[in-house]
């Protein structure tokens, strides 16, 4: 009996999911557990091990189609073999999810064939369902952001289903016009003339195309979900930035006396780890920045879990390091170096990126100084990194602010630290007495 194929649940609050790319097509073989199609979520892009060996038999979900969680996308078995089963239960509408690929290849040899029915019109829309059930989350949150109204969308998934395409394709074709001619004819206005087909007017006046206009480039999913989880985040949260400044001259010369040392037991150290451990130092003395904002009031964490910002080839992902206060320099190193590798080469879980409650984000690697980060929801603050370089700084031997013949102006290693913190939740002062215990500890760290 052929094995189904079904859309995985890449973490706890995925719904739905979009076949990226087939690494196999109908008639290959694979291994139980070789690597079959990638899958594209709202939070990453991962590949798919096979879950029986056998001959790839069949593909129900093309590649660029989002399906809900559970749902088969297709099928391996012995060669030969037909796919058999419930395939309404499992797939959905059969023929919307596969019918335009047969079609499309021509492919004859498919074992199931759907009879239409000779009362229904192949145009008609199929019926919508109702009920909370009929869109996913991620539709819901995009119908909002941009005021749709989902009646007026035709959807091409389950039972007529609006999914997540249908809205993205509704808002890149403008398709509002469609709406409006639907409300005209409703009201009793004339419909436009239909032009005619065979007339060679429209391709002879047909506008030459500007090679000057901008090129339409649409958003990979993970580049959309950025931009969703950003535009709510400064919807979501006042945002306020303190601006500190720390002397590395304790960390570098802590660097530079232990990294061969750790590079011996294959530890890279670098100056990541340092600011994590100051931060789950300073998460300690104030409870407050590991929380979040809920209608009940605020929520105290009570575990560390700090992300850290990595840049990936097309966007930014945040991997978790998990009771980041119980870890040591070296551990810290580890998971830093382990978690940016692996963010690196996709080869993440969806679970190492949520659960954080604070982020820390070390744009200063690129070269940067002063950065204004935007809170990761629903965590309280964000702390950027700039870049550490040598900057002259007064040393007063007198008058703290009085010029003084103690004076001395000498060349550190400084770096910028800046806090944006959700207003709701911290003040100022508190803001402030944060960064001030992280730049304590880098400031004097032990050798």
Same mark, same amino acid.
């Given at each position: 009996m052929p094995t189904p194929i079904k859309m995985p649940q890449l973490g706890e609050t995925?719904?739905?999911?979009? !076949?990226? /790319?087939?690494?196999?097509?109908? &008639?290959?073989? !694979?291994?139980?557990?070789?690597?079959?199609?990638?899958?594209?979520?709202?939070?990453?892009?991962? %590949?798919?091990?096979?879950? @029986? @060996?056998?001959?790839?038999?069949?593909?129900? $979900?093309?590649? &660029?189609?989002?399906?809900?969680?559970?749902?088969?996308?297709?099928?391996?078995g012995a060669p030969g073999e037909v796919a058999t089963g419930d395939w309404g239960s @499992?797939?959905?509408?059969?023929?919307?999810?596969?019918?335009? /690929?047969?079609?499309?290849?021509?492919n004859d040899s498919s074992p199931i064939s759907v009879p239409q029915s000779p009362f229904a019109d192949p145009r008609s829309p199929l019926p919508k369902p109702t009920g909370r059930a009929f869109v996913s989350p991620v539709v819901a949150r995009i119908a909002a952001k941009h005021s749709l109204n989902l009646d007026s969308i035709t959807g091409t998934g389950l039972?007529?289903? !609006?999914?997540?395409?249908d809205v993205e394709q509704h808002l890149a074709t403008g398709d509002r016009g469609k709406a409006t001619g639907e409300r005209g004819l409703e009201t009793g206005d004339a419909p436009s003339p239909i032009p005619d087909p065979q007339s060679p007017l429209p391709s002879l006046l047909s506008p030459?195309?500007?090679? #000057?206009?901008?090129?339409?480039?649409?958003?990979?999913?993970?580049?959309?979900?950025?931009?969703? #989880?950003? %535009?709510?985040?400064?919807?979501?949260?006042?945002?306020?930035? $303190?601006?500190?400044?720390?002397?590395?001259?304790?960390?570098?010369?802590? /660097?530079?006396?232990?990294?061969?040392?750790? $590079?011996?037991?294959?530890?890279?150290l670098t100056f990541t780890p340092y600011f994590v451990a100051a931060?789950?130092?300073?998460?300690? $003395?104030?409870?407050?920045?590991?929380?979040?904002?809920? @209608?009940?009031?605020?929520?105290?964490?009570?575990?560390?879990?700090i992300g850290v910002a990595v840049a990936v080839a097309g966007g930014l992902l945040v991997p978790v390091i998990r009771d980041a206060d119980e870890l040591n320099l070296a551990g810290l190193s580890r998971a830093v170096n382990d978690l940016a590798e692996r963010a690196r080469?996709?080869?993440?879980?969806?679970?190492?990126?949520?659960?954080?409650?604070?982020?820390?984000?070390?744009?200063?690697?690129? &070269?940067?100084?002063?950065?204004?980060?935007?809170?990761?929801q629903p965590q309280a603050g964000i702390l950027g990194i700039g870049k550490i370089e040598k900057?002259?700084? !007064?040393?007063?031997?007198?008058?703290?602010?009085?010029?003084?013949?103690?004076?001395?102006?000498?060349?550190?290693?400084?770096?910028?630290?800046?806090?944006?913190?959700?207003?709701?939740?911290?003040?100022?002062?508190?803001?402030? &007495?944060?960064?001030?215990?992280?730049?304590?500890v880098l400031e004097n760290w032990k050798q």
């Amino acid at each position: 009996m052929p094995t189904p194929i079904k859309m995985p649940q890449l973490g706890e609050t995925v719904v739905e999911g979009t !076949v990226s /790319r087939w690494l196999k097509q109908p &008639g290959d073989r !694979v291994e139980r557990q070789e690597s079959l199609l990638e899958i594209s979520t709202d939070k990453i892009d991962t %590949e798919i091990p096979a879950p @029986a @060996a056998g001959t790839l038999l069949q593909i129900t $979900a093309q590649e &660029g189609q989002t399906v809900r969680v559970g749902t088969i996308i297709g099928y391996i078995g012995a060669p030969g073999e037909v796919a058999t089963g419930d395939w309404g239960s @499992a797939t959905g509408d059969w023929g919307s999810a596969t019918g335009e /690929r047969g079609s499309a290849t021509g492919n004859d040899s498919s074992p199931i064939s759907v009879p239409q029915s000779p009362f229904a019109d192949p145009r008609s829309p199929l019926p919508k369902p109702t009920g909370r059930a009929f869109v996913s989350p991620v539709v819901a949150r995009i119908a909002a952001k941009h005021s749709l109204n989902l009646d007026s969308i035709t959807g091409t998934g389950l039972h007529g289903r !609006v999914t997540k395409k249908d809205v993205e394709q509704h808002l890149a074709t403008g398709d509002r016009g469609k709406a409006t001619g639907e409300r005209g004819l409703e009201t009793g206005d004339a419909p436009s003339p239909i032009p005619d087909p065979q007339s060679p007017l429209p391709s002879l006046l047909s506008p030459i195309p500007d090679p #000057h206009s901008p090129i339409p480039t649409p958003l990979t999913p993970m580049r959309r979900a950025i931009a969703e #989880h950003m %535009e709510r985040s400064v919807r979501t949260s006042p945002h306020v930035m $303190a601006l500190w400044e720390a002397d590395m001259t304790a960390v570098v010369r802590h /660097r530079e006396a232990h990294k061969a040392e750790l $590079a011996a037991k294959g530890i890279d150290l670098t100056f990541t780890p340092y600011f994590v451990a100051a931060v789950a130092e300073s998460l300690r $003395a104030h409870p407050q920045v590991n929380s979040s904002f809920s @209608a009940e009031g605020l929520l105290l964490h009570r575990r560390i879990h700090i992300g850290v910002a990595v840049a990936v080839a097309g966007g930014l992902l945040v991997p978790v390091i998990r009771d980041a206060d119980e870890l040591n320099l070296a551990g810290l190193s580890r998971a830093v170096n382990d978690l940016a590798e692996r963010a690196r080469g996709n080869k993440l879980s969806p679970d190492e990126l949520q659960g954080g409650t604070f982020t820390v984000t070390n744009h200063g690697v690129s &070269g940067s100084l002063l950065g204004t980060p935007i809170i990761n929801q629903p965590q309280a603050g964000i702390l950027g990194i700039g870049k550490i370089e040598k900057r002259p700084v !007064v040393r007063s031997g007198g008058h703290p602010l009085l010029p003084s013949a103690d004076d001395a102006i000498v060349i550190r290693p400084m770096c910028y630290l800046s806090f944006s913190f959700d207003h709701r939740i911290l003040d100022g002062a508190q803001a402030d &007495g944060f960064v001030e215990r992280v730049v304590e500890v880098l400031e004097n760290w032990k050798q």
